[in-house]
Antibody, heavy 121, light 110 residues
């Protein structure tokens, strides 16, 4: 069974940092691109970042570029999102999602339950 | 303001057919496949349609997707109470070099 499980969320002050993790199981992790998608409370979905299967291609939303860094370790079946210089508007549930494709973005076919990040003083 | 435009709400009675639309531009829907996601209250999103009109295994065939030009639609026939959810369209945007979502449509089954 395909599973992705996020962790690492919590309360952080503006300007602070947080590192989210995503543990994958039930599929050949190294064969799929991976994504982070977030959802602010009561709002819609917002794509954050995508990393290809071999980390050759990395994409970021304009709203996080320069502050967030996506990475992965195929040997550990793990995906991360390093979030720096956090702002109140980064408050959201962050979902890890498997991509349909290995290279070119294809869409999000399996989602985790999400981890809540709250940025507040 | 979302890059893709969806009506905020839609409704129908059990058994009816409802259509949810999604409007974009030549940079996204006009040149890239559209995906649709369903989000039941309090749960993570679920992929319903990919590549404009393909259903993942397990998604019933009363759900269908279509696209014409810079617009896409999700149709749900034989509406059921469990279809009450938020629905989002998404497509890759070549000018932004990233995924864009619609603002979501809240479907109510009356």
């Amino acid at each position: 069974e395909v599973q992705v499980v996020e962790s690492g969320g919590g309360l952080v002050k503006p300007g602070g940092s947080l590192r989210l993790s995503c543990a994958a199981s039930g599929f050949t992790f190294r064969s799929y691109s991976m994504n982070w998608v977030r959802q602010s409370p009561g709002k819609g979905l917002e794509w954050v970042s995508t990393i290809s299967s071999t980390s050759d291609y990395i994409y970021y939303a304009d709203s996080v570029r320069g502050r967030f860094t996506i990475s992965r370790d195929n040997a550990k079946n793990s995906l991360w999102l390093q979030m720096n210089s956090l702002r109140a508007e980064d408050t959201a549930v962050y979902y890890c999602a498997r991509d349909l494709s290995a290279a070119m973005p294809g869409g999000f076919d399996y989602w985790g339950l999400g981890t809540l990040v709250t940025v507040s003083s | 303001q979302s890059v893709l435009t969806q009506s905020p709400s839609a409704s129908g009675t059990p058994g009816q057919r409802v259509t949810i639309s999604c409007s974009g531009s030549s940079f996204n829907i006009g040149r890239n496949p559209v995906n649709w996601y369903q989000q039941l209250p309090g749960t993570a999103p679920k992929l319903l349609i990919y590549s404009d009109n393909q259903r993942p295994s397990g998604v019933p065939d009363r759900l269908s997707g279509s696209k014409s030009g810079t617009s896409a639609s999700l149709a749900i026939s034989g509406l059921q109470s469990e279809d009450e959810a938020d629905y989002y369209c998404a497509a890759w945007d070549d000018s932004l070099n990233g995924w864009v979502f619609g603002g979501g449509t809240k479907l109510t089954v009356l």
